[in-house]
């Protein structure tokens, strides 16, 4: 089956203590991205990849990290979270322009920094 | 970059009616406009799409219209049933290789 997994879909941290929160696709895509979810506020983009070693930043990139070291994988890190980044997190991956095409989404992560 | 904007961000309907919503843009070079569906504790799912070369694309109850020259693009539902209750969000592109979402409408439908 298709998918985009993310792991985990809950956790609770503390401030300042290093996560990540890890996402594979089983598609082949070229694309791959991270948003965070916020009442009111949408989808926002925090770094993108269009390919292997190639990532950049997205709208809010502040406190994050990212790596794409294989095709598949994604993995979205904040090495000192803060409260402020309490969020739904979504990984989506798309088969080549991530503007032109179809985004597939992960499940969610939802994270909760105290 | 990018700016769009969605409205309403809450809209209720009795079941059986139509539900419209609207995305602006400000980019006038995007050419492609994708709808997503997400419903509670899931992911957001792609319903229907336009690209730039077309005004209007039905696929069952569920039609996106495209004005480029107003740079709006509007997703419109008819015949509305319960499980079109969700969270829809219109999409653009916003600025180079990034992707610019809506703020959402959640949609509920009244049986």
């Known amino acids: 089956e298709a998918q985009v997994t993310q792991n985990p879909r809950y956790l609770i941290t503390v401030t300042g203590k290093k996560l990540t929160v890890t996402c594979s696709q089983n598609?082949?895509?070229?694309?791959m991205s991270w948003y965070r979810q916020d009442p009111g506020l949408g989808l926002r983009q925090i770094y993108y990849?269009?390919?292997?070693?190639?990532?950049d930043k997205g709208d809010v990139p502040e406190g994050y990290k990212v790596s794409r070291k294989e095709k598949r994988n994604f993995p979205l890190i904040l090495e000192s979270p803060s409260p402020n980044q309490t969020s739904l997190y979504f990984c989506?991956?798309?088969?080549?322009?991530?503007?032109?095409?179809?985004?597939?989404f992960g499940q969610g992560t939802r994270l909760t920094v105290v | 970059g990018e700016n769009v904007e969605q409205h309403p961000s809450t809209l209720s309907v009795q079941e059986g009616d139509s539900a419209v919503i609207k995305c602006t843009y400000s980019?006038?070079?995007?050419?492609?406009f994708p709808w997503y569906k997400q419903e509670l504790g899931k992911g957001p799912q792609l319903i229907i799409d336009?690209?730039?070369?077309?005004g209007e694309k039905k696929d069952q109850r569920i039609a996106v219209t495209l004005n480029k020259t107003a740079k709006h693009f509007s997703l419109h539902i008819t015949e509305t049933q319960p499980e079109d209750s969700a969270v829809y969000f219109c999409?653009?592109?916003?600025?180079?290789?990034?992707?610019?979402f809506g703020t959402g409408t959640k949609l509920q439908v009244i049986p």
């Open positions: 980019d006038s070079a995007s050419n492609y």
């Open positions: 336009i690209r730039s070369n077309v």
């Open positions: 989506a991956s798309s088969i080549r322009d991530g503007q032109n095409t179809e985004a597939f």
């Open positions: 999409a653009a592109p916003g600025g180079y290789q990034k992707v610019t």
């Open positions: 990849s269009m390919n292997v070693e190639v990532t």
């Open positions: 598609m082949n895509h070229e694309y």
